[in-house]
């Protein structure tokens, strides 16, 4: 069984370690079914233990064995909700506060300079997880992240579209859903007077004659 939180929501996955960042934002729960990964120890834990394990397995770098506590549920709600904040570019009170992590810059073999999380429990997480934001960013990664436009969903998405339109996790959904729910408020404003959106047809071959 995975417990992989962005499996849940039937999005792409995103590239690189931004999945680790990707799945921490996807821990809500999907609409109106299912958990929120991050309310007890008994669901986040196996959460984050794969999420580390995979993490690990696309940086090559080693993830800790995280136990998480009452304590440390609550300090990754935080985080969460601040990761959410900087996607939509919004702060309580209109500037975001500075993220209070260290890391480590170690040299490899080969002499490039690389960004290695640093701490313990889920100050470490938090290291990664601004790190990972941090390459995202420098790798032109980061406007792809996005929270589907639907408020009830907020699934994270990676937008894979050639210009980066997106705005839906799943327009078969949330899209049709938002569709349908804008019509039904012009048709109240309009005093129901609206038609019904028109049913789609589907065309045969063009006429030899």
């Not at 991050?38 to 999420?51: N, S, Y």
């Not at 002499?111 to 701490?119: C, E, K, L, Q, S």
């Not at 436009?149 to 899209?175: M, P, Q, Y």
């Amino acid at each position: 069984m995975s417990w992989m939180a962005s499996a849940r929501h039937g999005v792409r996955e995103a590239p690189a370690g931004l999945a680790l960042l990707q799945e921490l934002l996807n821990t809500r729960a999907p609409m109106s079914y299912g958990t929120d990964l991050l309310v007890t120890a008994d669901d986040a834990q196996p959460w984050l233990t794969e999420a580390l394990a995979t993490w690990s397995r696309v940086s090559g770098l080693p993830g800790p064995t995280l136990l998480i506590s009452s304590a440390d549920l609550r300090s990754l709600r935080r985080l969460r909700t601040t990761f959410e904040n900087v996607l939509l570019a919004v702060g309580p009170e209109g500037a975001l506060p500075p993220a209070d992590v260290p890391v480590s810059l170690v040299p490899d073999t080969d002499g490039w300079v690389r960004i290695v999380p640093t701490g313990r429990g889920t100050r470490w997480l938090a290291s990664a997880l601004w790190a990972e934001a941090l390459l995202a960013q420098q790798a032109g990664l980061w406007p792809r992240l996005k929270l589907c436009n639907n408020f009830e969903c907020r699934a994270a998405f990676f937008d894979t579209s050639r210009n980066n339109s997106g705005v839906w996790h799943d327009v078969s959904t949330c899209g049709n859903t938002a569709n349908l729910r804008a019509f039904r408020e012009r048709r109240r404003l309009m005093g129901g007077s609206g038609a019904l959106p028109p049913r789609p047809t589907v065309q045969g071959p063009p006429s030899l004659i």
